[in-house]
């Protein structure tokens, strides 16, 4: 049905080279492309490199190191990752993109599966970005899946309201100016370049007057984007403090409920004790009733004696059988 959807999976080569990796979750389901944004160093590319791979070693028959894994069969893999300028072919960066891109836009199918790295760059941001969309909005009329990478906030702000297309970023502790190459479909991710460039010890002032030179359109985006990120990231850690408080009162409800449980069976157990020992005490007094009646038969005692004492006996049995229907009903 030409969905894709990955579950805890873990790059064979970080396995391969001993290296602990964050698990990949990914699902594409309605959607046909994936815009990939987030900072340098974040984890997008390998995300592209892995989606294909695993893709690739479906197809081949091997296994997936996921918990789950599900792919559509592709006839055709074409990707656009890396520089392949080249001095002797007299290309450069961008016109090698764009020689790849051709190729790709050309040969695509709804069965191709298309991997596009670092989508727009190269050349004036403005001319692609706009480049970047005519060519999305292509492949997405050819219905071929796409992975792509990018920078471009308006490509971002695009791929929002765009349907078909959802937009993913990887994740950052912008507290820990630090990537968590965590994978997080429905948002996109800020590029964080001069946090990213602080960190790697990029000269204060220099960052300093970069902040003053961003356009303000830029720093808007990429200042949303970061709000977002930190208050997700917030209300995880709420929706965490939170499912421990649950937990808490699931635990203190249920301890509350067996002491309820405890208490109502003690009452019963001391309930059913009182009407047992009234039964017996009513058995008692029928049997010493019965004892009499057969002792005054026996003395030959007149019949207005033995109806005065019947009289006396049955009274006093009333009376016990009614303090035993009075202890059933309380029970």
């Not at 160093?41 to 479906?58: D, E, H, I």
Request: hydrophobic letters at 40%; a negative charge; glycine letters at 6%.
């Amino acid at each position: 049905n030409g969905y894709i959807n990955i579950n805890k999976a873990i790059n064979p080569l970080f396995t391969l080279a001993d290296k602990n990796a964050v698990s990949l979750n990914l699902e594409l389901k309605n959607e046909k492309i994936l815009l990939l944004s987030g900072p340098n160093a974040g984890g997008k590319t390998v995300v592209l490199k892995s989606l294909g791979l695993y893709a690739l070693m479906t197809q081949c028959g091997l296994f997936i190191p996921a918990k789950e894994a599900q792919f559509p069969i592709f006839t055709r893999f074409m990707a656009d990752i890396g520089d392949r300028q080249s001095m002797e072919d007299d290309l450069s960066t961008f016109s090698a993109h764009i020689q790849n891109l051709a190729e790709i836009v050309r040969d695509a199918d709804e069965k191709t599966l298309i991997l596009l790295d670092e989508l727009g760059t190269g050349t004036d941001p403005d001319a692609g970005a706009a480049l970047s969309q005519a060519i999305l909005e292509s492949l997405l009329k050819k219905k071929s899946t796409v992975v792509a990478t990018t920078h471009l906030g308006s490509l971002k702000v695009w791929a929002a309201d765009e349907e078909g297309i959802v937009n993913g970023g990887m994740i950052f502790d912008s507290d820990a100016l630090a990537p968590t190459y965590e994978l997080l479909i429905g948002t996109p991710g800020a590029s964080y370049a001069l946090e990213i460039s602080k960190r790697m010890g990029l000269n204060d002032d220099i960052i300093t007057r970069s902040e003053e030179l961003v356009s303000d359109g830029s720093v808007s985006l990429e200042n949303i984007l970061s709000k977002l990120e930190k208050e997700r990231l917030e209300a995880e850690s709420l929706k965490l403090e939170l499912n421990q408080r649950e937990e808490k009162l699931a635990q203190a409800e249920t301890e509350t409920y067996n002491k309820e449980k405890e208490i109502s069976d003690a009452h019963k157990k001391a309930k059913s004790n009182a009407a047992r020992e009234a039964e017996e005490i009513i058995l008692s007094a029928r049997k010493e009733a019965e004892n009499l009646i057969a002792e005054i038969r026996n003395s030959q005692a007149d019949k207005e004696l033995i109806q005065k004492t019947k009289k006396q006996i049955h009274k006093t049995l009333s009376r016990l059988q009614f303090q035993e229907q009075d202890n059933d009903f309380e029970l």
